[in-house]
C-alpha cells in the first residue's frame, strides 16, 4: 500500500531560523504531493503542491523540495516565526482521495 | 467564493447513542466530498468519500456510516455510538471529475466528538 511518512517527534527550533520537515514515501512516485498546515482544533489547511517533474517550489518563506530518487519531500521555512508554530501534514495523490502522513508539530520559540 | 460548514462544533455522546452530524459546502457544484477522523494526537484517517449524490466509499469497516443525500451535503452517522468513537471528525471537499486525485482538500472547522 501506499505510506506517507513523517517524524511523529516534535521539532524545536529558534526564531529566526530554517525549520526543515521531511516526508518519505513508499512504492512508487506518487504524480504530487502536497503540504497542509493544521492548528489545534482546526482543519488543516493547504500550503503548496509540488509535481513529481519539479524539483522544487517556493512560496514566500516556504519552499517544497520533491527527491523520486530519495523517495522524499522536505518542506523548509525560512526566517521562522512564533507564529509559524503548527502541524505539518504531507499528502499523495490516490484514486479520488489523498493519503496522509501523520504530521510533524514544529514549535518555533522567540 | 466557496465555503464549508460542519456543525455541531462539539458534542458529548452517551456510549450506545446514535450520531449525525452535517456537512455542507457553498459556493461550487458536483465537489468530492471527504469524512476524517483525527484522534488526539494522531493524523488523519479517512472514513468515507464521495464523487455524487448517493454514492458512497467506505475506506474503513465500522460502526459509521455515511450519506449523501444532495450535491453539497454529506452526512456522517452511527446508529450506536462506541468509546472509540471519540475524535476530532473533519468534513472536506475538492474538485471533482476525474482529474480529482490532483486536487487541494478544503477543510471545515470540524467536530469534536466526545463518547462517554
Known amino acids: 500500500s501506499q505510506k506517507i511518512e513523517q517524524n511523529s517527534e516534535a521539532l524545536n527550533i529558534q526564531e529566526g531560523k530554517t525549520a526543515t520537515l521531511t516526508c518519505n514515501y513508499t512504492?512508487?512516485?506518487?504524480?504530487?504531493l502536497q503540504w497542509y498546515r493544521q492548528d489545534p482544533g482546526r482543519g488543516p489547511v493547504f500550503l503548496l503542491l509540488?509535481?513529481?517533474?519539479?524539483k522544487e517550489k517556493r512560496k514566500e518563506r516556504l519552499k517544497v523540495t520533491f527527491d523520486t530518487t530519495l523517495k522524499q519531500s522536505l518542506f523548509h521555512i525560512t526566517a521562522s516565526q512564533p507564529a509559524d508554530s503548527a502541524t505539518y501534514l504531507c499528502a499523495r495523490g490516490g484514486f479520488q482521495k489523498l493519503v496522509f502522513g501523520t504530521g510533524t508539530r514544529l514549535l518555533v520559540s522567540p | 467564493s466557496q465555503t464549508i460548514h460542519q456543525w455541531p462544533a462539539t458534542l458529548v455522546q452517551p456510549v450506545g447513542s446514535p450520531l449525525s452530524l452535517e456537512c455542507t459546502v457553498e459556493g461550487t457544484s458536483n465537489p468530492n466530498l471527504y469524512w476524517y477522523r483525527q484522534a488526539a494526537g494522531r493524523g488523519l484517517q479517512l472514513l468515507f468519500y464521495?464523487?455524487?449524490?448517493?454514492?458512497i466509499s467506505s475506506e474503513v469497516p465500522q460502526n459509521l456510516s455515511a450519506s449523501r443525500p444532495q450535491d453539497r451535503q454529506f452526512i456522517l452517522s452511527s446508529k450506536k455510538l462506541l468509546l472509540s468513537d471519540s475524535g476530532f471528525y473533519l468534513c472536506a471537499w475538492s474538485v471533482g471529475g476525474l482529474a480529482a486525485y490532483q486536487e487541494t482538500q478544503y477543510f471545515g472547522p470540524g467536530t469534536r466528538l466526545l463518547v462517554l
Open positions: 509540488i509535481r513529481e517533474n519539479e
Open positions: 512504492n512508487y512516485s506518487p504524480a504530487y
Open positions: 464521495s464523487v455524487g449524490i448517493g454514492q
